[in-house]
């Protein structure tokens, strides 16, 4: 991988930042935290750290939803990522790509610019290898940490607190990290080091993909037989074929309806970059290959924005 794995921020060293710390009554003390990007998944991940106690500023590149946040949360907002960056112990990151993520990070206005040494910068965007190994050695020549730490759960999870954090970095940075993300995640886990995060979150989607392709077929057959899907899903479901797919998508599959969750044109991302890493790796993938042209079907047929389990529309076009 050249370097993902075994790539501990090549300074080597940081200086030991704020830790937070648990005083008798169980509470989470308070840290200064920055938030880059507020999508779907940002908004209210933004918004769980206010709720746990946390000082937030947040930047958007859109500065609208930024003061509309702090209107709805009482946080602070910034004009650039380097002016949300200066002072605080935390930056968390949720944008679109490795291009959004450079951009907000690196350069004379990014937020690595602004940051102190020993803070730590904590990336929930799913972006690329290539990526995070450049951004976590550029963070180290400034003396911050960076932990990869991609989300699972989509939008509903992200609006509940109930995400999971998939983790990469160095240990001290992330049991510095973990109290904080814990505002809106169910579960957290660091995986190893530089880049573990953004391979668990690869396996992750790696195995959605199968699973909805898999799911779409057996509803797709299950209509052309005459069979009530509801029905068999609710005998199936408890059994061996039981997903969380199943229990949680069967019914808005069969109503046709495809606005809950994880668009397709986010889901190719996410399989383009599971695609090259495989190809750097020597791993091989031809389901994840195939879905992923499944995928390029549905955005030929408008259905780009549509959740990922829209592979049945496919199905259902092709008669």
């Known amino acids: 991988m050249g370097g993902l794995l075994d790539g501990r921020c090549r300074s080597g060293r940081y200086r030991k930042g704020p830790r937070m710390e648990r005083p008798e009554g169980g509470a989470i003390t308070m840290a200064k935290c920055a938030f880059l990007g507020l999508g779907v998944m940002g908004y209210p991940m933004a918004g769980h750290l206010v709720k746990a106690g946390h000082e937030v500023t ?5 500065a609208a939803k930024a003061e509309a946040w702090a209107a709805q949360h009482g946080g602070r907002t910034a004009a650039t990522p380097r002016d949300a960056a200066e002072g605080v112990d935390f930056v968390m990151a949720c944008v679109g790509n490795d291009d959004d993520l450079r951009e ?5 206005e990014g937020a690595l610019a602004g940051m102190a040494d020993g803070a ?8 690329s290898a290539l990526v995070t190994r450049e951004l976590a050695e550029a963070a180290a020549g400034r003396g911050v940490a960076w932990i990869d730490a991609p989300v699972s759960g ?8 109930q995400l999971v954090v998939m ?5 001290d940075a992330y049991d510095r990290a973990e109290p904080v993300i814990a505002a809106y995640a169910k579960a957290c886990r660091r995986l190893g080091d530089t880049g573990a995060g953004q391979l668990t979150k690869m396996v992750n989607q790696i195995c959605i993909a199968g699973l909805v392709q898999g799911l779409s077929e057996g509803l797709h057959f299950a209509e052309k037989a005459g069979l009530d899907g509801r029905a068999v899903v609710e005998v199936i479901a408890g059994g061996a074929a039981g997903s969380w ?21 986010w889901m190719r991302k996410d399989l383009g970059i599971c695609l090259a890493t495989a190809d750097e790796v ?7 290959a195939l879905v992923d042209q499944f995928y390029k079907d549905v955005q030929k047929m408008g259905g780009g924005r549509w959740d990922t389990s829209s592979l049945i529309q496919r199905l259902r076009s092709a008669g």
């Open 104 to 108: 907000i990070a690196s350069g004379e």
């Open 245 to 265: 797919q199943m229990q949680n998508r069967h019914g808005t599959m069969l109503d046709d309806e495809f606005e809950h969750g994880f668009a397709v044109d």
């Open 167 to 171: 983790c990469g970095g160095p240990q």
């Open 58 to 62: 947040v930047y958007n590149r859109t």
């Open 282 to 288: 020597g791993a091989s993938l031809p389901v994840t």
């Open 154 to 161: 989509g939008q509903a999870g992200a609006e509940n607190g």
């Open 120 to 127: 730590v910068f904590v990336d929930h965007t799913t972006v």
